[in-house]
């Protein structure tokens, strides 16, 4: 199944009549936030342009996936970042409901609160939109992205409750219209259920506004994606068995997040590169990904989630020089292993490497 990231939860990558679609402001406040020459980089030398003939040509990204999807046999969920801050400051400005509305932001935060009515009806009116209009096997709310899910999460957390809830009733709503039998809703949540942080960026599901107990016990996903925001192997692994204890008896499905980052990598740049033709290397970074899947297995995972593999660590697609100095044999790497995942087995007999 593929989780596209189509929304945060505002902007979005599709023609719509709720939402701002995102090529409107994106170059301007990329220039705003990182400077004209950063930006250019960092958005690949033309991702608002690419965008704007797409849509030109009456098509777009959303559409096109779609379309490959079915035409390989595989699901296809929009994923939305529930409350993305990716572009600090600027965030609210590259949408117009958030131009108009910074006074119902979270405080302290770049993004809006959906603890306001206004926040959470323009929120489920992208979803409503999202699924009556395309061809979607579902959503995905993607809660790793970034840390401020709502105000006063431990006082506010029904409200997030309530958002899953009405999802779940509109999507089996929207299926019986399309004489879909199921579309599912899944969630990327924190590392853990509840208690203490497990590092920067790493919150609970509890400190997030969570309740993935009433979530399970309700049956509302199909399933839960337990992620660190960013994750280094090895080490930092969600606590799988945690989710499959509470999901036990129920139809709900727990896919842990791996990453595809070593942490020997991420401590220096230059040592941590890893070209096509350095063995050692190549081994060491496969084994890392391999162990950390097969831990995730051996706690009980029905299966994997994967999260920002390959792109960012292609040199000269991106301004943050660590992922650059990664190297295309990191890249090699995660292309050979990334179809090995579903299978504990493969994972446990794999001594190759990638040609």
Request: net charge negative.
């Amino acid at each position: 199944m593929l989780a596209l990231c189509v929304g945060s939860p505002d902007p979005v990558i599709y023609p719509t009549q709720v939402a701002t679609i995102e090529d409107k402001y994106l170059n301007q406040v990329a220039a705003a936030v990182w400077g004209k020459e950063s930006a250019e980089k960092d958005m690949q030398g033309g991702r608002s342009a690419c965008m704007r003939a797409l849509l030109d040509a009456g098509t777009d990204p959303f559409t096109l996936t779609i379309e490959a999807c079915r035409e390989r046999g595989v699901l296809v969920v929009a994923s939305y970042r529930m409350n993305a801050e990716d572009f600090y400051d600027g965030e609210l400005d590259l949408y117009d409901f958030g131009r108009q509305n910074k006074h119902l932001r979270i405080p302290g935060a770049n993004c809006l609160d959906p603890a306001h009515p206004e926040v959470y009806q323009h929120r489920m009116a992208i979803f409503r939109e999202v699924a009556e209009r395309y061809d979607i096997d579902g959503i995905e709310f993607d809660f790793r992205r970034w840390t401020h899910m709502i105000s006063d999460p431990h006082q506010n957390h029904p409200i997030l409750t309530r958002m899953v809830r009405e999802t779940r009733q509109m999507l089996d709503e929207v299926a019986q219209k399309k004489g879909r039998q199921h579309l599912l809703l899944g969630a990327r949540v924190g590392p853990t259920i509840a208690g203490e942080p497990l590092g920067r960026n790493e919150p609970s599901c509890q400190d997030l506004g969570l309740d993935v107990k009433t979530w399970v016990e309700e049956e509302l996903v199909d399933y839960l994606c337990p992620t660190f925001f960013w994750g280094h192997n090895p080490g930092d692994d969600p606590h799988t068995a945690e989710f499959v204890a509470l999901t036990e008896g129920k139809n709900v499905g727990v896919y842990p997040t791996v990453f595809p980052y070593s942490k020997w990598q991420a401590k220096d740049a230059e040592s941590g590169r890893i070209d096509v033709d350095e063995t050692e290397d190549l081994r060491r970074f496969r084994d890392d990904i391999i162990q950390a899947a097969l831990k995730c297995y051996d706690e009980g995972a029905h299966g994997i989630s994967t999260f920002n593999w390959v792109p960012h660590h292609q040199p000269g697609m991106t301004r943050r020089n660590i992922r650059e100095a990664w190297g295309l044999g990191s890249a090699k790497v995660q292309m050979y292993l990334h179809p090995l995942l579903k299978d504990r087995e493969a994972l446990q007999a794999d001594t190759a490497l990638p040609e």
